[in-house]
């Protein structure tokens, strides 16, 4: 999962792969509500999932059941919730590989 939305990419990358601007990634939906990681995503529609968001006061729904779309979470206050526990798809910006180390050859 990438914070930042800039990525450089590679022309026809499949998602998943290297230089590929999307990445998948699966959440599970409970009763109590998962909190969604920091990040900006793409929420695929999902049966019995609503997201919801403390606001400080309260919490509000954010997105009814069976609906997906943008997704920007802190990491700490936004939540899928569900009757039964369920995988939801979020679709987020490619981090990349992870650096094995400087000037590597």
Do not use: R
């Amino acid at each position: 999962m990438a914070l930042g939305l800039n990525k450089i990419t590679i022309a026809g990358a499949v998602t998943n792969t290297a230089g590929a601007y999307f990445q998948t990634s699966s959440l599970t939906a409970t009763t109590a509500g998962n909190v969604i990681p920091a990040g900006t995503y793409i929420m695929m529609p999902t049966a019995n999932v609503t997201v919801t968001v403390n606001t400080g006061t309260a919490t509000s729904q954010l997105m009814a059941n069976n609906t997906g779309g943008v997704v920007i979470s802190d990491g700490v206050n936004v939540y899928a919730n569900a009757s039964t526990n369920t995988t939801v798809t979020l679709i987020t910006v490619n981090g990349g590989l992870s650096v094995s180390g400087t000037y590597n050859t």
